[in-house]
């Protein structure tokens, strides 16, 4: 399956102090969805270090497609077995994908159990091994935002997922230092950019500083989610809301959903923005948000039969919020004296959640899409 049950790179990895312990080889335990069972199994062949996983069941709530309806119903889901290879170096366990029978270059890393062994407690410490070129990367926010465990154990495979939402959310509340800004800033100076309404969820106040130093822009105000600044003879005020929560139901628990307003003003016209990405529960499953949802047909249950889901709901205003921003700001004309740097042709986005004119996910990370084969463990 394609599908992520967590993001696990920034934000939609890290869950509100949140522990999801797996319901391995135990009929009897429950998970956040409601008390659903589930066992796991683990064959392990050390000669050539291999993993395999097995779920025997997963039962998920899910939006599910019905001819010209949708109906919030439980479903018995088929999932292939997840295999893994793993090296030893030193006291560190690296575990790599599988793809097409062959161990892919690059693994996550992992402590705390014994050199040697494979059977006991591994953590993992954020961070990354690229094969070819023996090369590590480490990510210390990664570490920050979340705790994430597996334990392996003679036939039984299990996985503790600690994250701490609360943590990400104090560090990336700054909208006036976002990234969004600096994108703005390029539009009301008249230059050809991007706007992307989800970059205001990531901080950048160093691109946001230097760009107002070079190009004139002064604060009167600011704060974290409000600010007023000159810019070449003109006042403009900007406000954001920013509402971020977690799914707490269905298949995609633990993913962030975001809500998104901004207003930009000149004094006589306000341009208002709104977006809006929720993985779909319940209140979503219905025919009134039929159009601005994503499907997906990738499902099969546990007796082969294909299904579809509506996976996300999406809207965002943000072709029209742009035309708006357009129309009070600067027309850049080179003959007019107006000397500000040539125009860019959009600056590089820096958001890891990329903001399209449809509802469908991005492509998730090689880290996100090993979590998310683990994640099934952990429930």
């Given at each position: 399956?394609?599908?992520?049950?967590?993001?696990?790179?920034?934000?939609?990895?890290?869950?509100?102090?949140?522990?999801?312990?797996?319901?391995?080889?135990?009929?009897?335990?429950?998970?956040?969805?409601?008390?659903?069972?589930?066992?796991?199994?683990?064959?392990?062949?050390?000669?050539?270090?291999?993993?395999?996983?097995?779920?025997?069941?997963?039962?998920?709530?899910?939006?599910?497609?019905?001819?010209?309806?949708?109906?919030?119903?439980?479903?018995?889901?088929?999932?292939?077995?997840?295999?893994?290879?793993?090296?030893?170096?030193?006291?560190?366990?690296?575990?790599?994908?599988?793809?097409?029978?062959?161990?892919?270059?690059?693994?996550?890393?992992?402590?705390?159990?014994?050199?040697?062994?494979?059977?006991?407690?591994?953590?993992?410490?954020?961070?990354?091994?690229?094969?070819?070129?023996?090369?590590?990367?480490?990510?210390?926010?990664?570490?920050?935002?979340?705790?994430?465990?597996?334990?392996?154990?003679?036939?039984?495979?299990?996985?503790?997922?600690?994250?701490?939402?609360?943590?990400?959310?104090?560090?990336?509340?700054?909208?006036?230092?976002?990234?969004?800004?600096?994108?703005?800033?390029?539009?009301?100076?008249?230059?050809?950019?991007?706007?992307?309404?989800?970059?205001?969820?990531?901080?950048?106040?160093?691109?946001?500083?230097?760009?107002?130093?070079?190009?004139?822009?002064?604060?009167?105000?600011?704060?974290?989610?409000?600010?007023?600044?000159?810019?070449?003879?003109?006042?403009?005020?900007?406000?954001?809301?920013?509402?971020?929560?977690?799914?707490?139901?269905?298949?995609?628990?633990?993913?962030?959903?975001?809500?998104?307003?901004?207003?930009?003003?000149?004094?006589?016209?306000?341009?208002?923005?709104?977006?809006?990405?929720?993985?779909?529960?319940?209140?979503?499953?219905k025919a009134e948000y039929w159009d601005d949802l994503y499907f997906d047909d990738d499902w099969e249950d546990i007796n082969h039969n294909n299904f579809?889901?509506?996976?996300?709901?999406?809207?965002?205003?943000?072709?029209?919020?742009?035309?708006?921003?357009?129309?009070?700001?600067?027309?850049?004309?080179?003959?007019?004296?107006?000397?500000?740097?040539?125009?860019?042709?959009?600056?590089?986005?820096?958001?890891?959640?990329?903001?399209?004119?449809?509802?469908?996910?991005?492509?998730?990370?090689?880290?996100?899409?090993?979590?998310?084969?683990?994640?099934?463990?952990?429930?």
């Amino acid at each position: 399956m394609k599908h992520s049950l967590l993001n696990a790179l920034a934000i939609s990895a890290i869950a509100t102090s949140m522990l999801l312990v797996s319901a391995c080889g135990d009929d009897s335990s429950s998970n956040a969805s409601g008390g659903i069972s589930r066992k796991a199994s683990l064959y392990v062949d050390e000669s050539q270090q291999l993993l395999v996983m097995t779920l025997d069941k997963l039962t998920e709530d899910m939006c599910v497609v019905e001819g010209d309806n949708l109906t919030w119903k439980s479903m018995d889901i088929y999932v292939k077995p997840d295999s893994l290879h793993y090296e030893f170096h030193g006291d560190t366990l690296l575990l790599f994908s599988i793809y097409q029978g062959k161990p892919e270059n690059y693994a996550q890393m992992l402590t705390g159990g014994s050199a040697g062994n494979i059977y006991g407690t591994w953590t993992y410490i954020a961070c990354s091994f690229e094969a070819d070129e023996n090369v590590t990367q480490c990510s210390a926010n990664n570490k920050k935002y979340y705790h994430r465990t597996i334990t392996f154990s003679h036939g039984s495979v299990e996985a503790d997922y600690e994250f701490h939402f609360d943590l990400y959310l104090a560090d990336h509340d700054d909208y006036m230092n976002s990234y969004f800004m600096a994108q703005l800033f390029q539009i009301l100076e008249g230059r050809s950019s991007d706007l992307y309404l989800d970059e205001v969820m990531y901080m950048d106040s160093a691109e946001v500083q230097k760009h107002a130093e070079d190009n004139g822009i002064v604060f009167k105000e600011k704060t974290k989610t409000n600010a007023t600044f000159e810019l070449g003879g003109k006042t403009y005020t900007v406000s954001a809301k920013v509402d971020r929560s977690l799914q707490e139901s269905g298949y995609y628990t633990g993913n962030d959903n975001n809500e998104i307003h901004v207003e930009v003003s000149d004094g006589a016209t306000v341009c208002k923005a709104d977006y809006v990405t929720h993985y779909v529960n319940s209140s979503y499953c219905k025919a009134e948000y039929w159009d601005d949802l994503y499907f997906d047909d990738d499902w099969e249950d546990i007796n082969h039969n294909n299904f579809t889901t509506a996976e996300r709901y999406r809207y965002s205003n943000s072709v029209t919020f742009k035309e708006c921003i357009q129309g009070i700001g600067m027309k850049f004309d080179p003959m007019d004296g107006y000397n500000f740097p040539s125009p860019i042709d959009g600056l590089a986005k820096k958001a890891v959640q990329a903001e399209t004119d449809s509802a469908e996910p991005r492509h998730e990370t090689r880290e996100e899409k090993f979590f998310r084969k683990l994640m099934k463990y952990a429930k």
